[in-house]
């Protein structure tokens, strides 16, 4: 009997999605920042975070990261104001399983 299991699936189907495209680099920004936020060697574990200051880590990642020329450069996403990405961002991540 030849049954095959399916690590991704469902929710987690699309896991990789946010680390191709144009806004990988913000992704790996955002996850690394807030990984370090939540596990670095400055974390506070005695301290809930709230969906602001994820939005804060996200602003404060994206500035700092590039977004790459692989498509169009009139995206909707690339006129978007760096909150409004940020929360973009948030949403993306959140859909493929990365935060909840």
Known sequence: MDTQELFFKDRTFNFFGPLTGRYRE???ACIRNLYLRL???EADYSYHMTR????DIFVSSIRSAPALD???PAAAEARMPVPDRAAWMLRKLADAGWVE
């Open 26 to 28: 913000m992704a790996v």
């Open 39 to 41: 596990n670095g060697p």
């Open 52 to 55: 602001a200051d994820v939005l």
């Open 70 to 72: 692989d498509e169009a």
